[in-house]
Structures are given as C-alpha cells and as structure tokens.
C-alpha cells in the first residue's frame, strides 16, 4: 500500500536530494502495510515530485527521537522542537530508496476530486482516476 504525504519544498527538495533521511510527523498512518510514500510538494509547487520506500517509523517522546534521528533529520533543532512543542510522542519515517520523478505530476492528472491533505492519504486503485502512469509503478 502507498500514502501520499504533504511535503513543504524545501523539505520534499530536502528529501530528493538524499539530506533528509527522516520526515517526521505528528500523527501516524494506522494502516501497517505502507511500503512507499509519494511525496505531494505543497504550494507554490503543488505537484507530485517523487516517492520513497518506507524503511521503518520511529516513535518516541520528543527529546528521545531527536537523538536518533538528528543526524539525518535534514532540519535544525529549533525547528524541530517547534514542530513537536507540546507533543508527548513523535513519529520519523525512515527514508529508504528516493526515486524522484523527471516530471513532477499535477495531482488532478491522477486523482479524481484531488484535494491536498494536511498530512496524508492513503492511495488505492479506487482513488486512481488515470490509466497507470509511466514514472508510478503504482499498480
């Protein structure tokens, strides 16, 4: 199964360019069987630019987390800990292989009734307005 995450730029530019080894989260998908994550780069970008595979998702207080994943977090500590402020747990996904794409995609090309998530969604074939796209071995 794949999800589709909201990835700001620079970020999502973060991730493509193999910085960023983690993408935290706040809250996690409760589906079990994700294996890859297509990144949907939000605005001013507002395409599909890429996917990455699923190495694992870390969970964790706050404080704990940083401490094993800083060194691929791709972010600074005040902005991680601004993100996290108040929170009682913390999620990373493990970044595995990057395929990023040679054209990034317009959602509406894809999904039908495409509406960004504020985090993310999960992708089925039900959800797949297109025949199969070339760059997404999707099904």
Known sequence: M???LSIKP???NNILSGL???EFRRKIFA???IRTVLIYCTMPVGRLVGEFDLDGV???CPEDLWVETSHGSGI???YYDSYFHGRKR???LRIGEVRGFKEP???SALFLNFSPPQSYMYVSEERIKAPAVPQLALF
């Open 2 to 4: 794949r999800v589709l």
């Open 31 to 33: 589906r079990k069987d």
């Open 20 to 22: 960023k080894q983690f």
């Open 76 to 78: 600074s500590k005040s």
């Open 10 to 12: 620079v970020h999502a």
């Open 90 to 92: 913390a999620y990373a």
């Open 105 to 107: 995609l317009l959602p």
């Open 58 to 60: 870390l969970e964790g």
